[in-house]
């Protein structure tokens, strides 16, 4: 048999390149039901879809929107209990799109990301009067997972490798580990090889367990309590920072009044892997400008 022409192998390689980053991010989907349309991938949760909201809850992009869904009803069902009425969940594909959800004024309790806090029109239309309570507090980590089987032992050991970010807004799933390298002296944009968005923390993990790509930035409180924790590894784990807030519109005080209502009642943010709330302010989140400035 003849060898095939140099030419020949390089655009075979080409080709096998472009079919893997079409399908990855397919690949990375929960199941059908998660590619929600962007233009309104509402989900009302009341027995009643024609019965008016008492308020719309969004869920930021941190799960899959099928993951998303099942993880947030035991806090939707504490926040009906509370107001006596039905709740509308809103959620979004990426934070960019949750953010500017909030900012059209109609949203009135959102749980979104750290790394999404920096938002001047989040912060207008917002209170910031809760955050989550995890295991340690009201604080979580961004941490990098490869597999159980690879041979790293640190971030550095990752070069040019294949890499999931969740969202470019997000704090332990894209900020945090491209700060630890800027510190580094090395710029994460040019440090891995390929990458790829996955918009939900829980389809960056399974990405690593199935090997598509060799490593992820994910959140540690999402990875505690996955099904795949066992068969992936922490290589990097960040300092603490403040965990996810919960926000209630400004001319909403009754929202603020439900949530200390169940703040210690860690039934209804089972779903979510936190305890309860602890009481925040928008200054917990100021830290963040200064972490984005170091990105740049």
Same mark, same amino acid.
């Given at each position: 048999?003849?060898?095939?022409?140099?030419?020949?192998?390089?655009?075979?390689?080409?080709?096998?390149?472009?079919?893997?980053?079409?399908?990855?991010?397919?690949?990375?989907?929960?199941?059908?039901?998660?590619?929600?349309?962007?233009?309104?991938?509402?989900?009302?949760?009341?027995?009643?879809?024609?019965?008016?909201?008492?308020?719309?809850?969004?869920?930021?992009?941190?799960?899959?929107?099928? =993951?998303?869904?099942?993880?947030?009803?035991?806090?939707? &069902?504490?926040? *009906? @209990?509370? $107001? +006596?009425?039905?709740?509308?969940?809103?959620?979004?594909?990426?934070?960019?799109?949750?953010?500017?959800?909030?900012?059209?004024?109609?949203?009135?309790?959102?749980?979104?990301?750290?790394?999404?806090?920096?938002?001047?029109?989040?912060?207008?239309?917002?209170?910031?009067?809760?955050?989550?309570?995890?295991?340690?507090?009201?604080?979580?980590?961004?941490?990098?997972?490869?597999?159980?089987?690879?041979?790293?032992?640190?971030?550095?050991?990752?070069?040019?490798?294949?890499?999931?970010?969740?969202?470019?807004?997000?704090?332990?799933?894209?900020?945090?580990?491209?700060?630890?390298?800027?510190?580094?002296?090395?710029?994460?944009?040019?440090?891995?090889?390929?990458?790829?968005?996955?918009?939900?923390?829980?389809?960056?993990?399974? =990405?690593?367990?199935?090997?598509?790509?060799?490593?992820? &930035?994910?959140? *540690? @409180?999402? $990875? +505690?309590?996955?099904?795949?924790?066992?068969?992936?590894?922490?290589?990097?784990?960040?300092?603490?920072?403040?965990?996810?807030?919960?926000?209630?519109?400004?001319?909403?005080?009754?929202?603020?009044?439900?949530?200390?209502?169940?703040?210690?009642?860690?039934?209804?943010?089972?779903?979510?892997?936190?305890?309860?709330?602890?009481?925040?302010?928008?200054?917990?989140?100021?830290?963040?400008?200064?972490?984005?400035?170091?990105?740049?």
């Amino acid at each position: 048999m003849t060898d095939r022409h140099p030419l020949v192998w390089i655009a075979m390689v080409f080709i096998v390149g472009l079919v893997g980053a079409f399908l990855l991010p397919h690949l990375l989907v929960d199941d059908p039901t998660a590619d929600l349309p962007v233009e309104d991938p509402a989900i009302v949760v009341a027995e009643s879809p024609s019965t008016p909201p008492v308020a719309r809850v969004l869920l930021s992009a941190i799960w899959g929107p099928a =993951s998303g869904y099942e993880r947030v009803r035991p806090f939707i &069902a504490c926040i *009906e @209990e509370e $107001l +006596a009425g039905p709740v509308q969940l809103v959620q979004r594909q990426t934070y960019a799109e949750a953010n500017s959800r909030i900012a059209s004024g109609d949203i009135d309790i959102a749980l979104i990301c750290t790394g999404a806090t920096d938002d001047p029109e989040v912060r207008r239309q917002m209170d910031a009067p809760f955050r989550l309570r995890f295991d340690q507090g009201g604080v979580y980590r961004s941490v990098v997972i490869v597999r159980t089987s690879d041979l790293a032992s640190d971030i550095e050991d990752l070069r040019g490798s294949s890499m999931a970010w969740v969202d470019i807004d997000s704090l332990t799933g894209f900020i945090a580990p491209h700060v630890e390298l800027s510190r580094l002296g090395l710029d994460a944009d040019t440090f891995f090889g390929p990458t790829t968005f996955t918009h939900g923390h829980d389809r960056s993990i399974r =990405s690593v367990a199935q090997g598509l790509v060799r490593a992820a &930035a994910v959140d *540690e @409180e999402v $990875l +505690a309590r996955s099904s795949l924790a066992d068969q992936v590894r922490v290589v990097w784990r960040s300092p603490p920072y403040p965990a996810p807030p919960v926000l209630t519109r400004r001319d909403r005080p009754d929202l603020v009044q439900a949530l200390a209502a169940i703040a210690d009642r860690p039934e209804c943010f089972a779903g979510l892997g936190a305890r309860g709330l602890v009481p925040a302010q928008w200054s917990d989140y100021d830290f963040l400008s200064g972490l984005l400035k170091e990105t740049r």
